[in-house]
């Protein structure tokens, strides 16, 4: 199988980039910057923003799957991007190409920012109602409809993977975990709200994992990406602070509660364990001990996004 992989030097896609090569030697990589994965992979540089870069792309690579995880994701940004309106558009040009030269499955991440999240319950793919959040999720769940409708009258099997909440080697330094790990390997105080919110953590080489066996295989629909396995804010906080042997800086209600922020996400991973057969996905204190441990050699300092 050719698999093309796309945003292949981002968070995910280098992880996920280094999950294909269990399921194909026919890899093809496409990014703005080489990606830093190992492996045996063509890369193709590519801005799929431009006009023509996605036609282009699909007639020289000529993939069996595409497997799609370019966007806009800048930390803090994404949410009320414009330029996530651009990524739809891109899509649908990915999309339509791909089509025209006979890719039999296509798969795209989405995001749990899709679901109306129970307060109690966890997100079923089958049952939890959609709703609307930010400029971000609302245009992934267009997309997802527009690729639906367009991948079943085309006859191309079509996967919509919903990621959860990641974290893991190469983080962005101000996202939650390394924010958190940085302060703690620099001995400085790591300072977080009262953690109240419960979430669906999962590490970023597992999701990445999912993604590849998700591509590979022939599930269609929308799948939870994620572990199943809620954990507090503060319950993460208080684990690293045992992991760097300084609970004393970990100071929760340092910062205020976000206000409206969902007391509860929280996936149903019965997809993708049963019928796309992945569940190996490591416990939340190993990854955070890894994570923890990949700043600490650096001091707590470095800048990776």
């Not at 063509?42 to 993939?63: F, N, T, Y």
């Amino acid at each position: 199988m050719r698999i093309l992989l796309t945003g292949a030097s981002g968070f995910v896609g280098q992880h996920t980039l280094a999950a294909l090569s269990a399921y194909s030697d026919d890899i093809h990589a496409v990014s703005r910057r080489h990606p830093s994965a190992r492996g045996r992979y063509r890369w193709h540089e590519a801005d799929l923003l431009s006009e023509g870069a996605a036609d282009q792309l699909i007639a020289e690579v000529k993939p069996d799957c595409v497997l799609h995880l370019a966007w806009c994701v800048e930390h803090g940004k994404f949410w009320t991007d414009p330029v996530n309106l651009d990524w739809v558009s891109a899509t649908l040009r990915l999309a339509r190409a791909s089509v025209e030269s006979g890719v039999s499955r296509f798969v795209a991440t989405g995001t749990c920012y899709e679901y109306n999240w129970p307060d109690a319950g966890d997100c079923d793919e089958h049952t939890t109602p959609l709703s609307p959040h930010f400029l971000y999720d609302t245009s992934k769940n267009c997309l997802r409809g527009l690729l639906d409708s367009f991948f079943a009258q085309s006859g191309v099997s079509f996967a919509w993977a919903r990621l959860f909440f990641l974290y893991g080697p190469d983080e962005a330094p101000t996202r939650l975990v390394s924010s958190l790990a940085r302060a703690l390997a620099a001995g400085v105080p790591a300072d977080c709200s009262r953690g109240l919110a419960v979430r669906d953590f999962m590490d970023v080489r597992d999701v990445g994992r999912a993604l590849a066996a998700l591509a590979t295989g022939d599930l269609a629909g929308p799948v939870n990406i994620a572990t199943g396995r809620g954990v507090s804010i503060a319950d993460i906080a208080r684990m690293l602070g045992r992991l760097a042997e300084r609970e004393d800086l970990v100071r929760l209600g340092a910062l205020p509660d976000r206000i409206g922020e969902p007391p509860r996400i929280v996936a149903k991973v019965d997809r993708l364990e049963r019928e796309v057969g992945f569940n190996a996905a490591r416990p939340i204190e190993q990854g955070l001990a890894e994570s923890f441990a990949y700043w600490n050699r650096r001091g707590g300092r470095g800048v990776s996004a």
